[in-house]
């Protein structure tokens, strides 16, 4: 094989872990540089590619580029830049292959969701068209686990961890309070459309805590809701709800909405918990807390899940490992092979069948009263919150590091974006 | 000494490290049995005096009273409830007198913040009054680290670790996708009108992270605080804000205020952060997330500081040494001796200098500007979130204990409280 450069981008929102497969990457890429050159890496994602805003990893110590494994968000920047389609904006797609030529860039090594990997699937397309030798490899990375084919996706694994813990914790606090003050603890997490990170409240059950989930696959009634409430209060002194930004009324309106949109189109959500709060307050009476805990969940990698870490590396290797065997479109996955003991070996996808797919919550792991999880979604989510892994800390603070981040020099000539 | 039980509660909105207290005030008195009897604990905190609900803890194992080192929470219940004046409701006073006769209780050891110490104060001087002998001893808990003459309080360690780890996490998070996406991220914490959980997000400038502080202790501006927000973004491309949930507008009115008020009197607060984000938002356009982290922060027993836990043991512990010593009225303190090396030694207060008094944050642990902490407070707050301590995982989730709590048969007629 002819000696190429790789590209690799992260894109659209971070996770604790993400950075474990960009380590897994690069390190992998490090031991055939005799087949891979250089790694350069987008600067805030593929908005450093349009620019030419390439960074040099091989500036990076092993030791730095190891710590990427304990360091939650992107190291390189990501970004919210969704290409357009191929007939809409075929200028940026070109000079994204200009810019792969003028840097003799062989691999292209996209590490992102949904949005993404369509992104990656155009561009392996457009090499093809244009007769520019490219294999393009999606890393899959999403906190929202909503990528068809792979079982699970970094980053959910972990969120799913800080959910349960966080949730076991208010819930312990708010029992103590119940009995004179706050009855009600309401967390509203993130997952957009797929109800995964809220379903990992429902791990709870296991400790006997009560735990009220809204799902956004579930229509929001509220009078079933509110009874589902007053029944654990009753029972149990107290009632913990998670909600989903994405949960909804059966008009589709959120019961976060803001009015705002990212740059994706996806309506900008937050805000869910406050609301629900209020519902049981009016009808109910109970005095509530809540919190929205927004990044703090995806960024959490002082309370990572040793699984999610662990696969977040492999499927970064896997993606050097599938380009140096010559595929092209492709994604690596997690395929499980059993749940308990938890087994799984890395599997392979078509970009084409990932793109633009999204995998919602099956019915059967949704409790029949649409409020808590089944035995099979237990079953699923338990070994992906398996383990932790800390990073090291330094004066009472994670150790997380800083790269440089050096400049690759410039080419070619400057580029709107 | 004559042989006596014990009575112990918990008291106000509990904590990370409030059950270490509880171990190290158990384990103690199981070691002086033929002084200190039972050690009775009420449930839900004083209302189980006043209602004759006890909890036996000798039918606790030595294991789960170990384990409550590692579990957040009150694991005999909390409660809100703060008795009137002397004057205004004797009745209670007296009540609390007879249950503590009838269960042969010459300790009473009280855990809680300012309001329990008050509280505590009055019935060690009801029991001179009444001549019936007690010996009352305050513990200090509280994660707003309100409490005189103590360089610290049990829960606030641990509070100011969970604000600064995850404020440190979040600004990676906003870093990596403020290029084309978030550039301000809000964190909403709590501390009342003390600052001093707000001022741990302070200790990121180690780090080099932008965060600007709005602290209940300095009148919020505006004008000021956008000027600074929009100089870090220019900066640094983004900007982290911690405010704390007692930050007020010029005319006293809170930023989070929301109308209700608990059982003492104090305005509950939350929801400040969505308020600031907006008002970054409209002045300067930048696109925002924000959390509020509630009892989140103040039951995360998996990132506690192990100093804090340290020092909650060590005063549950030294409570009961006082009271074996003979002491009334008083509360064990931490002394700290200096700042690096962290030394302090256990020291002690006398409850009429502790009661109903408010420690705010020194007037030189702010910047200048109004908006950060100076080095002193840097200095200060250092040694309380220094180590780890992490509680054993079964499952993926922390191993947290739940006890008994068997009931003391009753000897009295019922009481309404």
Known sequence: MAKKNAFYAQSGGVTAVINASACGLIETARKHKDIIGKVYAGRNGIIGALTEDLIDTGKESDADIAALRYTPSGAFGSCRYKLKSLEANKREYERLIAIFKAHNIGYFFYNGGGDSA???FKISQLSESLSYPLQAIHVPKTIDNDLPITDCCPGFGSVAKYVAVSTLEASFD?????????KIF?????????????????LLVDHDI???????????DQKKFLAKVDANVMKFGYCTVVVSEGCHYPDGKFLAEQGTTDAF?????GGAAPVVANIIKEALGYKFHWAVSDYLQRSARHIASKTDVKQAYQLGRAA???????????????????????KYRIGVADLKDVANVEKFMPKDFISRDGFGITE?????????????DYPKYVDGLPQYVTLKNI????????FKV
């Open 407 to 414: 400049a690759v020099p410039k080419k070619l000539a400057a």
């Open 376 to 388: 099979k979604c237990r079953r699923y989510l338990l070994p992906l919150i398996q383990g932790e």
């Open 265 to 269: 189109g996806h309506a900008q959500l």
């Open 118 to 120: 369509d992104t990656c």
């Open 174 to 182: 708010v029992k103590s309070m119940a009995k004179t003050s706050t």
């Open 210 to 220: 009560p735990v009220v989930i809204l799902f956004p696959e579930v229509v929001f």
């Open 320 to 342: 050097v490992e599938l380009a140096l065997k010559g595929s092209n479109a492709v994604m690596p996955t997690i395929q499980r092979l059993s749940d308990v003991p938890y």
């Open 186 to 202: 309401v967390l509203e997490v993130m997952g957009r459309h797929a109800g995964w990170i809220a379903a990992a409240g429902g």
